[in-house]
T-cell receptor
Framework: GQQVMQIPQYQHVQEGEDFTTYCNSSTTLSNIQWYKQRPGGHPVFFLIQLVKSGEVKKQKRLTFQFGEAKKNSSLHITATQTTDVGTYFC?????????????FGKGTHLIIQP | NAGVTQTPKFQVLKTGQSMTLQCAQD?????MSWYRQDPGMGLRLIHYSVGAGITDQGEVPNGYNVSRSTTEDFPLRLLSAAPSQTSVYFC??????????FGSGTRLTVV
């Protein structure tokens, strides 16, 4: 079945450094979505869904990219802040538009040292 | 709008007991799904529903049942709890675009 791999599993950065997490799917995706989960919380959608091959979207300090083959994606955070602490997940629809749920990567835990 | 509401927030069960995790959404979303989250495993899909009266299995359905009698409600039933079902359970819903709103979760411990 479909698998979504995500690296790294953990990332320690100093506050102010940049952060990137990478996602790779075993199958071509119709779209890819990114979620953030704060410690003890629930996943929250970033309100950005990448649909087109090579698409890049920005949200303040965050940049989301979708690969040309629509199988990989990345999330880059510029100048991390303590509020960025959490686990970042990529997710792709199991099929079509996602009516039958999402396949999630295992997440990247971002730890920020002040 | 309350979004996606899950109850209870915490539960301790003994092995062999049954229980129902409740999930309700007030956004008129057609798609709903249940995930479990375990350390190092990410979120794994248990069951999903594409509309009232329609449910299907996800990646890890064994030991769980669901029903969808209304658009709003999507309860998850544990038939005979086992320690391997100790996890955090999330319910999520979506409209046609396919990005999901998650509930706050139920932390379940089976002893």
């Amino acid at each position: 079945g479909q698998q979504v791999m995500q690296i790294p599993q953990y990332q320690h950065v100093q506050e102010g450094e940049d952060f990137t997490t990478y996602c790779n799917s075993s199958t071509t995706l119709s779209n890819i979505q990114w979620y953030k989960q704060r410690p003890g919380g629930h996943p929250v959608f970033f309100l950005i869904q990448l649909v087109k091959s090579g698409e890049v979207k920005k949200q303040k300090r965050l940049t989301f990219q979708f690969g040309e083959a629509k199988k990989n994606s990345s999330l880059h955070i510029t100048a991390t802040q303590t509020t960025d602490v959490g686990t970042y997940f990529c997710a792709g629809p199991r099929s079509g538009g996602g009516a039958d749920g999402l396949t999630f990567g295992k997440g990247t835990h971002l730890i920020i040292q002040p | 709008n309350a979004g996606v509401t899950q109850t209870p927030k915490f539960q301790v069960l003994k092995t062999g007991q049954s229980m129902t995790l409740q999930c309700a959404q007030d956004m008129n979303h057609e798609y709903m799904s249940w995930y479990r989250q375990d350390p190092g495993m990410g979120l794994r899909l248990i069951h999903y529903s594409v509309g009232a009266g329609i449910t299907d299995q996800g990646e890890v359905p064994n030991g769980y049942n669901v029903s969808r009698s209304t658009t709003e409600d999507f309860p998850l039933r544990l038939l005979s709890a086992a320690p391997s079902q100790t996890s955090v359970y999330f319910c999520a819903s979506s409209y046609s675009r396919g990005d999901y709103t998650f509930g706050s979760g139920t932390r379940l411990t089976v002893v």
